[in-house]
């Protein structure tokens, strides 16, 4: 075969173009105009069934939840650890036994939160809704309810006190208990026995009830005085812890000054010991007015001496029946350990204390003294205000 014949069959094999697409002018307008976008794809069966539509919903709602607790938690936490609307520092009174509702309350109503919910959830959420105390509390100025949450389970509050002073008497004690505003609930029906009460100062918390302050009194006083009954010299005349107690409060009435008081309490611990009469005024006192106690512008005079009564120390012998005031620590504890000396007699020295003797002699040279002492003192007082007399009717002139 020749090479012209081999170029024609290739010629042969050749496929022919295709004949040209013939082209339409197209105007301006329809140049211009945006053509046609891919159609979209036709849904299936499956997309268009009714659970996926709920599945797509569902999903929507998760989200939209989710989005508003978190939206919540947040607003509930900034107001529950932010400043509190409490413009000044107050205070406020948790009752024993309230609920957590009851107190939420309460806190808003006085201003001291802006949100009793909030304030509750809060305290759940740190698992503090059973762990608020009852007392007073100081809420200072915009507090936080955290810091809130905080003070009351901590038990922090706000602690009174009431003094009840050596010296007095049960009845003159139960005056001011009745008297203390921030204690609560009736007085007891009864009082206890006189010198029962502890001479202490008593911290509570407002609220608390009357009778459970005096039990308290009475606990401390006796746990005290059979503490030091326990440690008392051996030799002393004394049979009973009531004795005990009742020379205590002769000797807490008689002087004022703790370091004279082992010596007082001798010198009656010696007369005990000699048969002599205590001749101790306090007793008169108590014998005649009792618990209520002597006016404090009202003199002894020689009459009340003479006067029998049961406490009367002048008239009875030994010890009177029962105690004349409230023993404090000092006096308990010099009774139970009285200083060692011969000493009978006492009398006042002009300075706020005494002056003691072993004979009558030298105590009625004590007594003379103390006498003349008295003597120029109101000489002296009847002369200065003679002076003012004096002073002021010049100057009226």
Known sequence: ?????????ALAQTPQAAPARPIVPKTASEALRPQAGTPPPSRSKRSRSQVVVFLNFLMSAVVLLAIGAFAAVWFGKSTFEGPGPLATSDTVLIRPNSGVAEIAELL???????????????????????????????????????QIMDLLVSGRSILHSLTIPEGLTVTQAFRRIAAAEELDGEMPAEAPPEGSLAADTVRFTRGMKRQELVNRLVADQKALVESIWARRSADLPIDSIEEFVTLASIVEKETGRADER?????????????????????????????????????????????????????????????????????????????????????????????????TLEEHNENVARWRRLE??????????????????????Q
């Open 1 to 9: 075969m020749t090479n012209d014949t081999a170029d024609e069959g």
């Open 108 to 146: 808003e109503r006085r201003g001291m939160i802006s949100d009793a919910r909030i304030f509750r959830l809060g305290l759940r959420f740190y698992g503090n809704d059973s762990r608020v105390q009852a007392g007073e509390y100081e809420v200072k100025a915009a507090a936080s309810m955290h």
């Open 262 to 358: 082992p010596r007082v309490a001798a010198v009656f611990i010696n007369r005990l010991k000699k048969g002599m009469r205590l001749q101790s005024d306090p007793t008169i006192i108590y014998g005649i007015f009792g618990g209520e106690g002597k006016p404090a512008d009202r003199p002894i005079y020689r009459s009340d001496i003479d006067t029998p009564t049961p406490y009367n120390t002048y008239a009875i012998n030994g010890l009177p029946p029962g105690p004349i005031a409230i023993p404090g620590r000092a006096s308990l504890e010099a009774v139970a350990n009285p200083s060692k000396t011969d000493d009978l007699y006492f009398v006042a020295d002009g300075s706020g204390g005494h002056v003691f003797a072993a």
């Open 375 to 396: 003597r120029e003192r109101a000489a002296a007082e009847a002369a200065a205000q003679a002076d003012k007399a004096g002073e002021d009717a010049a100057g009226q």
